[in-house]
């Protein structure tokens, strides 16, 4: 039997080397994950694309929502360009209306740009008004995958959606369960869900006393809970499921 599929959510070009260390099938490179994952830069993609692994690149250019200005939108497009062309195998985004509805033209408009390179849909799924609706248009442009937490907090609070995702796309479309996915509660989640894959963010807290002498400092509006720790990959955690997801292939 094929062997279920783990994709990491990296943070960082130094996420994607444990990622892929451990064992990771495919990773989606972001930058700024407390702000939900924003674009990342060039170099971060060049080693992370050097771990060998395959390497999806987050399209977002602020936090917030999914409808962008016309400057936002032409910044995703630069970027889609410069990040294809060096190396990305993909492309990882989603544009919607101010009502939540799909932005089919602007979409559209960056899977021309991916070519022949995969489009995923990302979490923007999650918070549409008719997800039906929704993958009818990814149909029509010829999206490979849509990650998605079933529209709940957490993949495992959503499972009965995302059965009902990988149902309705009948094969035209991957369902990517992502949201909360731990060790705990993989293998249930895949048993209930019926999907061969898993995208997950397995952190660990590290440690960077270099900002602290200073308290009275910060460098966010939104800051983590204080500037002498970061979230950054855990590679035993991601070894530990890769195994786990093995075991539950055989």
């Known amino acids: 039997m094929e062997n279920y599929l783990l994709e990491i959510c990296c943070g960082s070009a130094a996420d994607a080397v444990?990622?892929?260390?451990?064992?990771a099938d495919r990773v989606e490179l972001c930058s700024a994950l407390l702000l939900g994952g924003l674009?990342?830069?060039?170099?971060?993609?060049?080693?992370?694309?050097?771990?060998?692994?395959?390497?999806?690149a987050l399209l977002r250019p602020r936090e917030g929502g999914f409808c962008y200005s016309d400057t936002e939108f032409e910044t995703m497009e630069r970027d889609a360009r410069l990040l294809l062309a060096h190396g990305a195998d993909g492309l990882v985004f989603g544009v919607l209306h101010p009502d939540?509805?799909?932005d089919e033209e602007r979409c559209r408009r960056l899977s021309a740009i991916a070519g022949e390179r995969e489009c995923v849909f990302h979490r923007a799924i999650d918070v549409v008004p008719d997800w039906r609706a929704a993958f009818e248009i990814l149909f029509?442009?010829?999206f490979r995958r849509v990650l998605t937490s079933g529209r709940q907090p957490s993949a495992s609070e959503g499972a009965d959606t995302i059965r009902a995702m990988r149902e309705y796309a009948a094969g035209r479309l991957e369902i990517l369960p992502g949201g909360g996915v731990k060790l705990h509660n993989a293998a249930g989640l895949?048993?209930?869900?019926g999907?061969?894959?898993?995208?997950?963010?397995?952190?660990?807290?590290?440690r960077d006393p270099s900002a602290g002498g200073n308290p009275a400092v910060r460098f966010g509006s939104a800051?983590?809970?204080?500037?002498?720790?970061y979230g950054a990959a855990d590679r035993a955690q991601i070894s530990a499921?890769?195994?786990?997801?093995?075991?539950?292939?055989?």
């Open 18 to 23: 444990e990622a892929a260390a451990a064992g």
């Open 39 to 56: 674009t990342p830069s060039i170099g971060e993609l060049e080693i992370a694309k050097a771990q060998g692994v395959r390497v999806m």
């Open 100 to 102: 939540g509805t799909v």
């Open 140 to 142: 029509r442009l010829g």
């Open 190 to 193: 895949l048993r209930k869900t």
């Open 195 to 206: 999907c061969r894959q898993l995208h997950a963010s397995l952190k660990k807290t590290v």
């Open 223 to 229: 800051p983590p809970p204080d500037e002498e720790s």
């Open 241 to 250: 499921l890769r195994a786990l997801l093995d075991g539950e292939g055989r």
